[in-house]
C-alpha cells in the first residue's frame, strides 16, 4: 500500500520532444504528489508538485496531471533539451511532514 | 541560506569502522530525513526527525545504524560496524514549517558518498 511505481525504468527523447513518465499509487490516503529531478552527483531537487484537489499543474515547459479515480499521475516535459537529461523521481506523501514514498526512477536522456 | 550541508562529501573506509555523517539543516526548518540511495534499491528513507525528535526510524536497516540530532542544525547518522553492503549515496534533507515556502517540500543536501572496503 506504501509503494509508488514509476515507468519507464529510462528514457530517451529527441530534443524538442515530449518526455512522459507516468506514476501510480495505491494508497489513497496519499496527497501531496512532487516530482524530483536529480543530476549526476547532486542531490535530488523539487520540480513541481500537485495536490489532488487539481487535475493539472503547469509550470513552464513541466506538466503534471493527475488522474485520481485511477491513483495515477505523470509529467509531461515539453520541448524537452538536453540539460533536462536528469533522473526524475515521483513521490507521494500522506500529509504535511510526513515523509516522502519515492519511485524507483526513471533516467532521462535528451539527445541534442 | 547555503542550503543543506553534509560533511563528509566522500568517505571510505574498511569493513567492521565506524562511520558518522553529518548534516547541517537549513536554518528554521523543523523537519529533518535521512535517505540512503542505491542502484538496486532507489531512495529510501532511513529516519526522520520533527523538532529534533526522532518520529519515524522504521527504514533504519539494523541496530548498526543510530541516528541523532542534539539541537535544530545538526545531526549526525552513525554506522558501527560498518559493512559493504553499507555502500549507497546518504542523503539528509530539510523542511520547512507548515505555511512557510511551498506545501511539504523536502530540501536535500549533496550526498555523502560511502564506500565500505
Known amino acids: 500500500q506504501q509503494q509508488v511505481k514509476q515507468s519507464p525504468q529510462s528514457l530517451i527523447v529527441q530534443k524538442g520532444g515530449i518526455s512522459i513518465i507516468n506514476c501510480a499509487y495505491e494508497n489513497t490516503a496519499f496527497d501531496y504528489f512532487p516530482w524530483y529531478q536529480q543530476f549526476p552527483g547532486k542531490g535530488p531537487a523539487l520540480l513541481i508538485a500537485?495536490?489532488?484537489?487539481?487535475s493539472e499543474k503547469k509550470e513552464g515547459r513541466f506538466t503534471i496531471s493527475f488522474n485520481k479515480s485511477a491513483k495515477q499521475f505523470s509529467l509531461h516535459i515539453m520541448d524537452s533539451q538536453p540539460g533536462d537529461s536528469a533522473t526524475y523521481f515521483c513521490a507521494a506523501s500522506r500529509s504535511y511532514g510526513q515523509n516522502f514514498v519515492f519511485g524507483p526512477g526513471t533516467r532521462l536522456s535528451v539527445l541534442p | 541560506d547555503a542550503g543543506v550541508i553534509q560533511s563528509p562529501r566522500h568517505e571510505v573506509t574498511e569493513m567492521g569502522q565506524e562511520v558518522t555523517l553529518r548534516c547541517k539543516p537549513i536554518?528554521?526548518?523543523?523537519?529533518l530525513f535521512w535517505y540512503r540511495q542505491t542502484m538496486m534499491r532507489g531512495l529510501e528513507l532511513l529516519i526522520y526527525f520533527n523538532n529534533n525528535v526522532p518520529i519515524d526510524d522504521s527504514g533504519m536497516p539494523e541496530d548498526r545504524f543510530s541516528a541523532k540530532m542534539p539541537n535544530a542544525s545538526f545531526s549526525t547518522l552513525k554506522i558501527q560496524p560498518s559493512e559493504p553492503r553499507d555502500s549507497a549515496v546518504y542523503f539528509c534533507?530539510?523542511?520547512?514549517?507548515?505555511?512557510?515556502?511551498?506545501?511539504?517540500?523536502?530540501?536535500f543536501g549533496p550526498g555523502t558518498r560511502l564506500t565500505v572496503l
Open positions: 500537485i495536490r489532488p484537489d487539481v
Open positions: 536554518s528554521g526548518h523543523d523537519y
Open positions: 534533507a530539510s523542511s520547512p514549517p507548515p505555511g512557510i515556502g511551498a506545501y511539504n517540500e523536502q530540501f
